[in-house]
T-cell receptor
């Protein structure tokens, strides 16, 4: 158990809908990262927040957005969902901003299925 | 820019055989390097990390990795494979400045046969 929690574990929805994924980092960690993992794209970094502010941006679509709240939990919002958004979404956390020691601890993931 | 290359998307070994998963990196500064393991339907778990303290790094479950600067490699090994080692393994390198996250390789799937 990494100490990172994600809810829900599974999510089934329809195309065009909007969903929110939630992540709570390990106690004491200030950074939260979001990743998408799919069979065809592999593990893709989406976005990082550090102490409430956006720190790094990866391959995140405009239909996706995230935020980190004062209690440090984070939410990833996915809107206008498409079939291709079906994937595993991981959250990870780290103590610092991610460099030079980029050690991240991963949550169990949310499996999203868009029908 | 930082990058990681994992040689071989699939590696198959017999139970009890040596496990060798290859990772080469590119970095403009002394890197922090990581190996993560992902078991089916689970998140990534940190196996070990290199932070320049020692070139041979020991991790969990009997795995170790050796940092070789001259070869820009950080290969993962285990002397004797167990069925429970079957998983996907990811090598990663830290970014060099704020605003850069871990850079992951594409992963190597390890199969272990009895």
């Amino acid at each position: 158990d990494s100490g990172v929690t994600q809810t829900p574990k599974h999510l089934i929805t329809a195309t065009g809908q909007r969903v929110t994924l939630r992540c709570s980092p390990r106690s004491g960690d200030l950074s939260v990262y979001w990743y998408q993992q799919s069979l065809d794209q592999g593990l893709q970094f989406l976005i990082q927040y550090y102490n409430g502010e956006e720190r790094a941006k990866g391959n995140i679509l405009e239909r996706f957005s995230a935020q980190q709240f004062p209690d440090l939990h984070s939410e990833l919002n996915l809107s206008s969902l498409e079939l291709g958004d079906s994937a595993l979404y991981f959250c990870a956390s780290s103590v610092g901003q991610g460099f030079p020691d980029g050690t991240q601890y991963f949550g169990p993931g949310t499996r999203l299925l868009v029908l | 820019a930082q990058s990681v290359t994992q040689l071989g998307s699939h590696v198959s070994v017999s139970e009890g055989a040596l496990v060798l998963l290859r990772c080469n990196y590119s970095s403009s500064v002394p890197p922090y390097l990581f190996w993560y393991v992902q078991y089916p339907n689970q998140g990534l778990q940190l196996l070990l990390k290199y932070t320049s303290a020692a070139t041979l790094v020991k991790g969990i479950n009997g795995f170790e990795a050796e940092f070789k600067k001259s070869e820009t490699s950080f290969h993962l090994t285990k002397p004797s494979a167990h069925m429970s080692d079957a998983a996907e393994y990811f090598c990663a390198v830290s970014g060099v400045q704020a605003g850069t996250a871990l850079i992951f390789g594409k992963g190597t799937t390890l199969s272990v046969s009895s």
